[in-house]
């Protein structure tokens, strides 16, 4: 019996044929060379935005598709069926929701329909050198000045760094104020004096996603640009939106790990060894049988995630929960399902090799597991 995830629908199964078509032609014939280059083409992002694919849960007041996260989260399962890690759409649907839910109407009305389109490609600057899932340390600052604020610091570690037209940076713009001197900045980098973007970095995974440094040196930035228009919000609002980004990682952890499962069903069908097919052997059935169940276990619970993100009921702990196990769950069955490869396992020329390399990350952006942990029990 075919297992149907309660949240979908025929008009999201019609969406899912678009969405996957989309990817075999435009996404799937560039991987390799998106690994070599660090980054996905800026074109892709345009014709991402005319299918209507790169903010398909913001309303279409503001351009998006007006559909609801479950659209969403087709798209983010049919890329990680795909096996890709490149196209960044994951964090410019984040950064949308800061705006559509934290900003101003006048930050809505500019920004997302740029962000809907792919004109505008959206990252988030969180992470710094001495500071990452610890944001109350961070260093970087926007101090006002005039009708402004100057911002001074840097971050690493920033998805969509390279190709970025809009970063919303969280700064401190009252240092002495601790959380409560956290504030969330939109940066237009275009034409923009005192910013600069570092290398491309050089990740065990992920390779076709850009990944920076950046560098702000007295980068002035307009006083109607903090998210919200009111400064020293920044940590309540990353507090709000963070269950939307560790829920999506839940999402693609389990769409990789139902992609694992079948990349190894169809390997040990097909290789043999001592005269039968690898699957005929007990240690692979029951290898598979496990896995098998845990995937179930993982999209049972998933499904139930996404149901609550859609009626909006999904709470921090929750996400939290999904963040952490899934993504442990991914690594882990992952690097059971490569040793059934055997040899081949470790060839990056099978996706399973590439899938290893790729999930590792999983437990540590997003805030890493051990944070999750800790906010998981605090709530007990």
């Known amino acids: 019996m075919t297992y149907t995830s309660p949240w979908m629908t025929p008009e999201l199964d019609s969406f899912r044929d678009a969405v996957r078509r989309f990817i075999a032609a435009e996404v799937t014939p560039h991987q390799d060379r998106w690994r070599k280059q660090q980054h996905v083409d800026r074109d892709l992002w345009r014709k991402g935005g005319e299918l209507g694919i790169l903010l398909a849960d913001i309303p279409d007041a503001y351009g998006g598709s007006g559909g609801s996260f479950a659209h ?25 929701h800061y705006l559509l839910n934290q900003g101003t109407e006048e930050q809505k009305k500019k920004y997302l329909p740029q962000l809907a389109s792919g004109q505008m490609v959206a990252a988030i600057a969180m992470s710094e050198p001495g500071a990452g899932s610890d944001l109350k340390s961070i260093r970087t600052t926007a101090m006002r000045d005039g009708d402004g604020y ?23 713009t009252d240092p002495a104020a601790g959380a409560k001197g956290v504030s969330l900045i939109l940066l237009e980098t275009r034409d923009c004096p005192g910013f600069k973007v570092g290398r491309i970095l050089e990740k065990v995974g992920q390779k076709g996603q850009d990944t920076c440094e950046l560098f702000f040196d007295n980068v002035r930035v307009p006083a109607q640009n903090v998210l919200g228009g009111v400064e020293g919000q920044g940590f309540a609002q990353l507090m709000t939106e963070l269950p939307y980004e560790r829920t999506i990682l839940g999402v693609s952890g389990v769409a990789a790990i139902e992609r694992a499962l079948q990349l190894t069903v169809e390997h040990t069908r097909e290789r043999r060894a001592f005269g039968q097919a690898l699957i005929e052997m007990q240690n692979t059935r029951f290898v598979l ?49 490569l040793q059934l490869f055997g040899g081949y396992g470790y060839m990056l020329e099978y996706p399973i090799a590439q899938m290893y390399a790729d999930a590792r990350v999983q437990r540590i952006y997003g805030g890493a597991n051990e944070i999750m942990k800790e906010i998981i029990a605090r709530a007990l």
């Open 72 to 96: 969403q989260c087709v798209v983010f399962e049919e890329l990680a069926y795909a096996g890709d890690t490149a196209f960044g759409i994951h964090v410019h649907a984040i950064v949308a």
């Open 150 to 172: 100057v911002l001074n610091g840097s971050k690493i570690f920033i998805s969509n760094g390279y190709l970025a037209d809009l970063i919303l940076v969280v700064a401190k």
């Open 289 to 337: 049988a496990e896995v098998k169940t845990e995937a179930t276990v993982a999209r049972t619970f998933i499904d139930r995630c996404i149901v609550d993100m859609i009626e909006g009921r999904m709470d921090t702990v929750l996400a939290s929960m999904a963040k952490y196990w899934i993504s442990d769950l991914q690594c882990a069955v992952v690097d059971r399902c």
